[in-house]
């Protein structure tokens, strides 16, 4: 049974994925609070990945580091300290579980990494300088990472418009927003979580082993397609 480590379990996309893969694989999931899905293929271990040590694993085939933000201010009200809590939240916990586990990885089944990033970063959407720019690092970090630990390991990112996760709740408040979302998109939709979970598992699976380097977006068509 193969093991995948996930980071940010417990909400959201890494939620979904957790569901999708628990019957078949063996899950680890590390957040801030533990997951309220019961199965016993799942291990957890409540931290904060900005602050707290990491746990030693002796096995994992996989890593998915989901935790992200969303903070959307101009600039004359961003602040120094958001710009750099995005930054940790993004692009140095992803640093650190990659620099923790890799070794470990490395002797995995498949290993693979897979990160996520945004549509904003190609899109260069008003108001999102801090998210966008530590999602740019990251994308920056995934083209690296790849070359770096190629042939053995594979880096990939996800990169989706907004999602319907808790974290995107206050840009989807009601009935209102939600309908001028969907309108500025090609498909006319907003993501669920399931189906961005769904790219995550198939870019760990052996169905993506001559995939590495790649932005994948997930994103109605909104990166591409003009509306």
């Known amino acids: 049974m193969r093991k995948v480590l996930i980071i940010g379990g417990s909400h959201g996309i890494g939620k979904a994925l957790l569901k999708e893969l ?11 609070t533990p997951s309220d899905v019961s199965h016993p293929n799942l291990s ?4 904060d990945i900005t602050q707290d040590e990491l746990p030693d694993i002796d096995q994992v085939d996989s890593i ?7 903070v959307l201010k101009p600039i004359g009200s961003l602040k120094e300290e958001v710009l750099r809590q995005d930054f940790e939240i993004n692009v140095v916990g992803a640093f650190k579980t990659i620099k923790k586990y890799h070794r470990i990885l490395k002797k995995g089944v498949n ?15 008003p108001f999102h300088t801090s998210v966008a720019a530590a999602k740019g690092a990251v994308e920056g970090m995934v083209r690296s990472m790849a070359a770096e630990f190629a042939p ?5 990112a996800i990169a989706p418009t ?3 996760t808790p974290l995107a709740a206050n840009l989807l408040r009601n009935d209102t927003m939600r309908e001028k979302m969907k309108d500025r ?18 870019l760990i699976s052996d169905k993506a082993r001559s995939i590495t380097g790649q932005i994948i977006g997930v994103d109605a068509g909104m990166s591409i397609v003009r509306n």
Do not use: W
């Open 22 to 32: 628990i019957n078949e694989n063996h899950c680890i999931n590390i957040s801030r």
């Open 44 to 47: 957890q271990f409540e931290l």
């Open 64 to 70: 998915v580091y989901c935790p992200g933000s969303i």
């Open 111 to 125: 290993p693979s990494v897979v990160l996520f990033s945004t549509v904003a970063v190609s899109q260069g959407m």
């Open 152 to 156: 053995t390991i594979r880096v990939n």
């Open 162 to 164: 907004i999602t319907d």
């Open 185 to 202: 998109h090609p498909l006319k939709r907003i993501l669920d979580g399931d189906e961005v979970a769904n790219m995550a598992a198939y």
